[in-house]
């Protein structure tokens, strides 16, 4: 039976290669360490668990959620946004629970890009902005490059006429970090041109290891769409739990989307949701939650400074935030595949788009002894 054009015009998803590539390796008896995907290995952080755990005893646990999320959480999301941003959000108009940001950033997409329009996206940057956004929606792409040259920053002139706008910081794969001009850049963006949808997704803002913590887009303009993701910051990526907030149409959009392909997050994942956010001290996280981000930090800081004397390296690109460590060499393919027979899995930066050509990315989501081991296995000849 023939698929639709979309399925065919769609690239084989990054990661699925990699791990058919595991696969194989670890059948031959190769001992693979997995600087690949970013896929916390430290436990989800307490409250998270504990929470979900006691919701599974709920009277309507077990029954279908609502599209938008439960009132009450989304009250706690408002209050969470209050307490660490300080922007207000109205719980009833302004917020959709969501099934992580992958689900949410891809359903919204479906209300607004179609053939004739263009979507707009950082280069690189996580594959869903090109694949779901624009591709499977018979939509075109245009992709505002980030390189070392802009410090990773996009020129948004040339997402001008775009139907969205899709931008991530702290970002995924270059960990770069925007400091608050360029907020207020987008926020200008934004209100002069609401002919575009800007989108935010902010799933590493939590992620950041030096202060000042990243500030919400929507301090600076309310005419904009952010997702959050409680999957890094409370490790717990196959709860699968997030939230969007932001312009009310945009809101009701992704509602009205959602409501035709799913029936919304367990409400008891929802509450867990609600209460890990409820134990944050304005911008602090719980305790245990700050303790893995600054495990992470010291991994990252690791394995930047380990990736500098890796034969083939060529620069480092050290950054405070997410899991990743970003490095230019002369062919990422073969550096990839020539550390994957060394026994270390990472990610080709063009995996990520044409812009990514020339990178790679290393995440952080493996111990620090086995950072150490991976390291060593690079570097040796």
Request: net charge negative; proline share 8%.
């Amino acid at each position: 039976m023939p698929l639709a054009q979309r399925v065919h015009n769609l690239p084989s998803y990054l990661f699925a290669g990699l791990e058919a590539k595991a696969t194989e390796l670890k059948q031959r008896g190769v001992d693979l360490i997995d600087l690949g995907i970013a896929d916390p290995d430290l436990p989800p952080v307490d409250i998270v668990k504990q929470s979900l755990i006691r919701h599974l005893d709920d009277p309507d646990a077990h029954q279908y959620p609502s599209s938008v999320g439960d009132l009450a959480v989304r009250k706690a999301v408002a209050g969470w946004m209050q307490a660490r941003f300080g922007v207000a959000i109205d719980p009833a108009m302004e917020i959709c629970i969501t099934s992580g940001s992958k689900e949410g950033l891809a359903n919204l997409s479906r209300a607004y890009a179609e053939p004739g329009t263009v979507v707009a996206a950082t280069d690189p940057g996580y594959p869903v902005y090109a694949n779901a956004g624009a591709i499977l929606n018979g939509a075109g792409f245009r992709a505002l490059p980030l390189t070392p040259d802009n410090q990773f920053m996009p020129d948004l002139t040339l997402a001008e006429g775009a139907r969205l706008l899709y931008l991530n910081y702290p970002n995924n794969p270059t960990g770069a970090v925007a400091d608050e001009s360029f907020y207020r850049e987008v926020a200008a963006f934004a209100d002069a041109h609401p002919e575009t949808l800007v989108i935010m997704d902010a799933a590493y803002c939590e992620l950041s290891f030096l202060p000042p913590k990243p500030p919400s887009l929507l301090q600076f303009s309310k005419n904009v769409i952010e997702f959050h993701s409680l999957s890094k910051m409370m490790n717990v990526t196959g709860y699968r739990i997030g939230f969007a907030a932001g312009q009310p149409e945009a809101i009701a959009a992704l509602v009205k989307i959602k409501t035709q392909l799913d029936s919304g997050a367990p409400v008891f994942i929802q509450r867990a949701m609600a209460e890990a956010l409820a134990a944050y001290d304005g911008v602090n996280p719980p305790a245990d939650a700050q303790e893995s981000h600054n495990e992470y930090g010291r991994r990252k800081a690791l394995l930047e400074k380990g990736l500098k004397d890796v034969p083939g390296v060529k620069q480092v690109y050290p950054s405070p935030a997410t899991f990743f460590v970003w490095a230019s060499v002369d062919d990422d393919v073969a550096f990839v595949e020539h550390a994957m027979e060394k026994g270390v899995i990472l990610t080709p930066g063009r995996g990520f788009g044409e812009a990514g050509e020339g990178f790679i990315r290393a995440a952080v989501t493996t111990s620090a002894d086995r950072i150490e081991l991976a390291l060593q296995r690079l570097r040796d000849e």
